[in-house]
């Protein structure tokens, strides 16, 4: 059968007729099976939305109950997560171990983050070092990047977000959230090598 999760709420800015749909699209399980975490690519954090949740994209945490075969009989949500300037999480990937998460935001907003007093694009401030011009450059809007480039159009960079797994699941919210860096443009999914010390993350801009 199937088992409804419901990701709330819904992103209030598109079109009605397309039902508003948070865009759930990625999924990573614990190692043990009790938990999933999904991207909602375009979802919201419940209302009164946070001042520095700037674009869409939420993690939802879900604890999954199983019956005496090993089947799902049902699901329920222990948190919801966002990541602060973050715009929209196409991808998330649970480490080997099942520690961490890592989460990716295709873009990040403009202005400076009042908790961190560092740009939303900019994280960690790291612009001005030689990772600067690959981590957090302008990136074309589209696939003419040619022609944006001669007409200086350009989109901010997008961020990788590491979130400790324990307490997420024990509903920590955004104080799971270990730490979230610049990472190029438009990145979209992360791998983790075998021994943990990388992380190879796909910028498909």
Not at 84 to 96: D, E, F, Y
Not at 122 to 145: E, I
Request: hydrophobic fraction near 30%.
């Amino acid at each position: 059968g199937v088992i409804n999760v419901q990701q709330y709420p819904v992103n209030y800015n598109c079109n009605p007729q397309h039902l508003c749909p948070p865009g759930t699209f990625d999924i990573a399980v614990t190692p043990d099976g009790e938990y999933a975490f999904v991207a909602n690519e375009y979802g919201l954090m419940p209302s009164p939305t946070p001042k520095t949740e700037k674009g869409g994209g939420t993690v939802g945490v879900i604890r999954l109950e199983r019956d005496d075969f090993g089947g799902f009989t049902s699901g329920s949500q222990v948190g919801t997560i966002y990541v602060p300037g973050g715009n929209t999480i196409p991808g998330i990937t649970m480490s080997h171990d099942g520690k961490y998460l890592y989460v990716t935001c295709e873009g990040s907003a403009d202005g400076i983050n009042p908790q961190t007093l560092n740009p939303y694009r900019d994280p960690t401030n790291v612009q001005r070092t030689p990772s600067g011009a690959f981590l957090c450059p302008g990136c074309a809007t589209n696939a003419k990047k040619c022609d944006n480039e001669s007409k200086g159009i350009f989109q901010n960079n997008g961020l990788l977000t590491v979130i400790d797994v324990a307490k997420a699941t024990s509903g920590m919210g955004q104080a799971s959230i270990i730490t979230t860096i610049a990472s190029g443009c438009s990145p979209v999914r992360a791998a983790e090598t075998a021994n943990g010390q990388y992380v190879f993350v796909a910028a498909r801009g």
